[in-house]
């Protein structure tokens, strides 16, 4: 291909960069934090009818999160994909989902064939030789149909057929911007700012030859592999230390959540020096937040006050009544104890038994 032309790079706001491990969250390994497919839906969807930029360097990761991401960003429609520094595996195929895909000067790019660990941590008798060639070669078959559907993404990108794509990917070596554009990986070539410059070569940092040994990608074109001081568990054992050494850090990024939903920011923020920026857009956002908040708290305190006013009138009107009722229980009390209240228990039961008939006679008798 010829005449290839470079864009000259207008300043641009990631929305957000996918960097680290793909599907990691804090990558014990490299000391970084890694993408999950979780972290760019959350991202998407609270900007699902814009168009948005995300940054992406990183070395791939877990196949079935590239490959959710991938989706993801395909879904939305409107993702603009800027590569940086270094990016490889299934970090270029996630690539692939966006509407349009630039690559920086100086960048490199890798396709290559899936691969999985493979370690046998013991003896094995004939019978368990065929249990493990069984299961390798099951891991075989596994990683042949992800090299396929692979394939089948770059190819739809491409315009090429599987075929060719699967020969770049069995060659499996890095590809400059120039490769990338002619091969129909990306759309385009960009220059860099020179904020972006010092984030390429910051990122550019980690991607040494003993780096990408670890992960299994080939060396890096130009570089010598270094032989590795340290073995492997002296490795793992300082990754932990160093995971448990960012405490501190992760800390803060718990306390920052509340920070973040009132902003409605779905990625971390960076912090320097155990300090953060925010904008003044955002440092208005907090503001309005706090006073809506405090107008809410005002209108609760005044909806309770009259709420306690309405209990002590209603409190008061129920002493009243019970008041009323003693009164009323006092009067029917003297009542019942008043003269002739009950005369009829005085009566002498003989005059009781008196005929009618009998007292006119004697009346009559008296007269």
Known sequence: MTGVQTCALPILKYGMMICGTIGAGYDWWTGTYGTRSRDVKNYLDSHSDEEVDIAVSSPGGFVDEGLTIYQLIKDHGKVNIH??????????????????????????????????????????????????????????????????????????RCGKTSEEIVTQMNKGSWMTPEMALEMGLIDEIRDLDEE???????????????YCQNLGLPPIKGETVEKPSKNFMTQVIEGVKEFFNNSKLNEMKKKFLNLQ??????????????????????????????????????DTAADLTAANDK???????????????KAKDQEISDLKKAPGAKTEEHLDEGVQDIDADQLYQAMKQIN
Do not use: P
């Open 311 to 325: 209990v002590k009138d209603l409190e008061t009107k129920l002493a009243a009544k019970d008041k009323d009722i």
């Open 83 to 156: 590569v940086l520094g270094m990016t490889a595996s299934i970090a270029t195929v996630l690539c692939m989902g966006a509407k349009h895909v630039t690559m920086s000067v100086g960048s490199t790019m890798l396709i290559h064939n899936a691969s999985t660990g493979v370690t046998v941590w013991e003896s094995a008798n004939k019978e368990k030789l065929d249990q493990l060639i069984a299961k390798f070669q099951k891991q075989r078959d596994d990683l042949d149909t992800i090299d396929k559907v692979i394939a089948s993404v770059y190819a739809q």
């Open 261 to 298: 939903n009132i902003l409605e920011r779905k990625d971390d923020f960076e912090v320097t020096d155990e300090k953060i920026t925010l904008t003044d857009a955002e440092m208005q956002k907090i503001e309005d937040s706090i006073a809506d908040k405090e107008k809410k708290l005002t």
């Open 196 to 210: 972006d410059s010092k984030r390429q070569t910051n990122l550019a940092k980690r991607f040494t030859n003993s």
